[in-house]
């Protein structure tokens, strides 16, 4: 049977590279049956004999001899190869298109009569890869990154799986013609060129880090070992202070970019998950310069202006005390809007704010002297990040409002417990109790006495509780102003932690090191009549496509921070800060 012809459909993957490369042997990968990667084509110049070719392959990859390339018409000598090999192509040079052309397909030497269809590709190289599925930047995209693949009407017989496979060997063929290469030229000395400079920057670079990577994880591990410590009665730092956050999360930072370069130099880097590595790592990179550039000039502009804003702040500490608190509890205590509320317990919470108030302002007088080198101490923070900068003045700000929040508690607590003094009582009137065991509400019959007594306190809590309430919504309004900073706060700290500034910046100068996806697309229309026409009489049609990388959709480049946005606005959502608000709920810090 030797020689029949068979009816099938084959696909050629031709690098643009060699599509007026010299007669020679190709060279690639036989996918399966009927397909071919193409990764090279050696010159018959360059060799003596086929046996050349198979001692230069040997070893790389499992690249194997595909068959022969001949271009302007050079004769086609037969070979007893192709009776041994798997899949063997004869291709040659279409002189009106400048395309491949198939001209003959035997598979174990039977030859096959195929429907050709010849996919070009630029041939990826250390930057550059393909793939059917685009970056995974964020949790969002993880949990739904499905391939992103776009198919002409003349489209392919694979799927979206199996072609993944073959980009694999794609992009793999960028190492093999590097390999190749060395084996041609090992006894010439190679010049120098930057796709080979590259790699030694990139040495030098691992050498560099290598040197100082174990006393900076030890220096982080000591810092996080302290931001981590639980004091008694304060608790860890990193949850009473906002600076210590900050710090405790550049530190964690620092030691995950610290691990995952680590594992970049050991893991292949044609794959999504090693470049969304890499290009975690630059961009943290990127914002941490960028941080501490705009916390040296934050801090500039605070020494330079110091006096002004020393006064400035002077003013607001005065205003907050003497004007906000102090003139509105005075006001609390009368009878505010024409509300009638108990006069002795009135007069017994303003009077205590009023004394703690005036404490509060001799403590911070006392302090004074000391304020302006604070002040500068404030301000040098700025080698340490904008983000720290913002952080101790964050701190700052809860501590020269330290007082409000304790008023805003100790309200909070007291309407709290009228709230639940009121609810166990309602219960009472209709026959029922809490259980706490069973976490639930069981029925239960109380006497005369009971519900006498009852009737009593839920009375007396209930008329007490307006003048409660007029006090705690009074220093919850005030507590939302500190509340609003942090909020502003963690908003731009995600900003400065996860802005995708290195994505944008590879995103608008070049596209293809963000794989969003590969398209097939067909040759023009012209190259298409030609190719048909130049075909008329041969045993094999074929259909001519290019491979193209997608570009990714930019809103991908900030699915990161959206997630951290959206984490910031659930945890600070309208609902839940009205919900705490209703119930006496202290409103949390993160």
Avoid at 157 to 176: D, K, M, R, T
Avoid at 234 to 247: N, P, Q, R, T, Y
Avoid at 271 to 279: A, E, G, H, Y
Avoid at 331 to 351: H, I, Q, S, V, Y
Wanted: glycine residues 6%; hydrophobic residues 45%.
């Amino acid at each position: 049977l030797k020689g029949m012809a068979h009816s099938k459909h084959s696909q050629i993957f031709w690098p643009k590279d060699f599509l007026h490369s010299p007669s020679g042997y190709i060279i690639g990968w036989n996918v399966s049956k009927l397909i071919a990667c193409v990764v090279s084509v050696i010159p018959y110049s360059e060799i003596e004999g086929i046996e050349e070719v198979e001692e230069r392959i040997k070893d790389i990859s499992g690249v194997v001899i595909l068959g022969q390339w001949f271009r302007n018409g050079d004769d086609m000598a037969p070979l007893t190869i192709k009776d041994e090999s798997m899949i063997w192509i004869t291709m040659e040079e279409d002189t009106a298109t400048e395309f491949p052309l198939l001209r003959e397909l035997y598979c174990y030497g039977y030859r096959y009569t195929s429907t050709c269809q010849v996919i070009l590709y630029e041939q990826p190289s250390s930057a550059y890869f393909f793939s059917t599925r685009p970056l995974r930047l964020s949790e969002s995209h993880r949990k739904s990154n499905k391939a992103n693949l776009m198919l002409p009407s003349e489209g392919s017989a694979f799927g979206s799986s199996e072609l993944e496979g073959i980009l694999q060997q794609i992009n793999e063929s960028y190492e093999v013609r590097r390999a190749l290469h060395k084996r041609q030229e090992s006894h010439n000395r190679r010049r120098l060129s930057l796709s080979e400079a590259a790699p030694n920057l990139w040495h030098y670079i691992q050498k560099i880090f290598t040197v100082i990577r174990m006393p900076m994880l030890l220096y982080t591990q000591f810092l996080l070992s302290l931001l981590n410590y639980d004091m008694p009665l304060f608790g860890k730092l990193k949850d009473i202070s906002a600076f210590g956050e900050v710090l405790e999360g550049k530190l964690q930072v620092t030691r995950l970019r610290s691990s995952q370069w680590d594992n970049l130099r050991q893991t292949q880097q044609h794959t999504l998950s090693s470049r969304v590595t890499f290009l975690s790592i630059f961009n943290s990179l990127w914002l941490m310069g960028i941080d501490i550039l705009l916390g040296i000039i934050f801090g500039a502009i605070l020494l330079c202006y110091e006096d002004q804003v020393w006064a400035m702040l002077r003013e607001s500490q005065t205003f907050l005390n003497e004007h906000m608190l102090k003139s509105q509890i005075q006001w609390l205590m009368g009878w505010p809007a024409g509300f009638k509320l108990n006069d002795n317990l009135d007069r017994f919470l303003g009077m205590v704010f009023l004394f703690y108030i005036d404490r509060w302002t001799v403590i911070m007088n006392g302090l004074a002297p000391f304020a302006p080198w604070i002040f500068r101490a404030v301000a040098f923070t700025g080698i340490f990040g904008f983000s720290a900068t913002i952080a101790i003045g964050l701190d700052l700000v809860s501590f020269f409002t330290f007082h409000v929040t304790c008023f805003y508690i100790a309200s909070a607590r007291i309407y709290s417990l009228q709230l639940n003094v009121l609810s166990s009582l309602w219960k009472l009137f209709r026959g029922k109790k809490n259980n706490p065991l069973k976490s639930r509400i069981d029925s239960c019959d109380f006497d005369i006495d009971q519900l006498l007594l009852g009737t009593l306190l839920f009375t007396l809590f209930f008329f007490l509780l307006p003048t409660t309430a007029i006090y705690y919504f009074f220093f919850t309004s005030v507590r939302a102003l500190t509340f609003s900073l942090r909020v502003l706060f963690y908003s731009t700290l995600s900003l400065l932690s996860y802005f995708p500034l290195y994505h944008l910046l590879i995103y608008f100068t070049d596209t293809n090191f963000l794989p969003g996806g590969v398209q097939f697309e067909t040759e023009d229309k012209s190259n298409k009549r030609d190719a048909l026409r130049s075909s008329k009489g041969t045993s094999n049609p074929r259909v001519y496509l290019t491979l193209r990388n997608r570009t990714i959709d930019i809103s991908r480049l900030f699915g990161e921070l959206a997630d951290h946005f959206q984490e910031t606005v659930s945890f600070y959502s309208p609902m839940r800060c009205l919900q705490s608000l209703f119930f006496g709920v202290s409103l949390g810090t993160r």
